[in-house]
């Protein structure tokens, strides 16, 4: 048994993480750290709850550390936890500066521990129906990609971090930039460079709310964005190849779910978790053919902590590996120069 230490009890620790957590075989959410107020003892009256890390830290059977907090403090967090002889998790993105991340990975390679970032959405059930359907080479050559998250909310949420100017690692590229791009990067690998533009749809915001950032690859173009005033959503998918097309509404279900009202509890998540309606399914249009529908295969995000629970055990290699979270994390960077520059940064630019 892995026993984790979930750092954190905002949006992203009470959805993301701690029902993921426990509903993988093998791991005890054996504490939970909360600064303040009784959000994680009210909801988990089992689990030991601290104040600190060091409070957390006390807990030597403790092996995994998951670091799910505002942006800012990943690396500090995540630092003392690989000192303290600790596996870790981060969640997305890795950290504010490229520089803080290659230090956390030196670290852990020093330490001998595993390190990686929570990158969920490659367990997301168009994910995996994307991958089957380019692998069957049945679009042909691509020639272009198109991952879109659409929201429509007209006001920034009043004290979210995420939307202060003054956080670093705030805005929309740093939030969803790291799930979209990690995506591309997948499918198609380093690009030879990057053109991205993030930007305020919305009057009142501080921070980046919108981004465009399009991925060039020799015959291929890699185009992910968000938007956040979107009354009526755009394809998520849209991907154009040599012998047809594939389009896809609507976003995976899991993450409505787990922020909804009736969170799975422990292991066993129904027979139809991430199962998509059909609705909902793709369409396939080849040349020469009728278009069809595609089942979307099922996504589940408790293959994330499976295969770290599988890793920290020695008995699979890890999914998201370092130099993954590294890649993921310069591209994000280089998304950030090109807006602020705005111009198109090669590859193997500088990321300040």
């Known amino acids: 048994m892995v026993r984790v230490g979930l750092i954190g009890f905002g949006v992203s620790g009470q959805a993301f993480h701690a029902p993921v957590i426990r509903g993988v075989p093998g791991l005890e959410l054996a504490c939970i750290m909360e600064r303040k107020g009784t959000r994680a003892r009210d ?14 830290l006390e807990d030597q059977g403790i092996q995994l550390c998951v670091v799910a907090t505002p942006n800012d403090s990943h690396f500090e967090l995540a630092r003392a936890c690989l000192l303290a002889g600790r596996d870790v998790v981060v969640d997305k993105p890795f950290a504010p500066t490229l520089k803080e991340s290659e230090e956390l990975v030196r670290l852990a390679a020093e330490r001998g521990r595993l390190i990686t970032v929570y990158h969920d959405r490659r367990w997301d059930g168009d994910f995996f129906t994307l991958k089957k359907l380019l692998a069957s080479g049945r679009l042909g050559k691509i020639v272009e990609y198109e991952c879109r998250f659409d929201r429509f909310r007209l006001e920034p949420r009043p004290n979210a971090w995420r939307e202060k100017a003054d956080r670093p690692g705030a805005g929309v590229l740093f939030d969803l930039g790291p799930h979209v791009i990690d995506q591309a990067l997948v499918l198609f690998g380093e690009p030879r460079a990057i053109t991205a533009s993030a930007f305020c749809e919305r009057e009142t915001s501080m921070v980046d709310d919108s981004f465009d950032v399009c991925l060039e690859y020799p015959g291929l173009r890699a185009l992910v964005r968000a938007r956040i005033i979107a009354f009526s959503p755009g394809p998520h998918l849209l991907i154009h190849g040599t ?38 399914w793709g369409t ?26 599988d890793a920290i055990e020695k008995k699979a290699a890890l999914e998201v590996t370092p130099e993954q979270a590294l890649r993921a994390m310069r591209a994000v960077m280089l998304a950030h120069k090109s807006s602020r520059e705005r111009r198109t940064v090669e590859w193997g630019e500088n990321v300040e």
């Open 43 to 56: 909801k988990y009256p089992e689990v030991r709850i601290a104040r600190t890390v060091e409070e957390l």
């Open 243 to 280: 012998k047809g097309s594939f389009v896809k509404y609507g976003m995976d279900p899991q993450e409505a779910r787990l922020r909804g009202d009736n969170v799975p509890e422990g292991t066993y998540w129904g027979t139809d978790w991430g199962e998509e309606a059909e609705s909902l």
């Open 284 to 309: 396939l249009s080849l040349v020469g053919e009728s278009s069809v529908k595609v089942k979307t295969e099922r996504g589940d995000y408790r293959g994330f902590y499976e295969n770290v629970r």
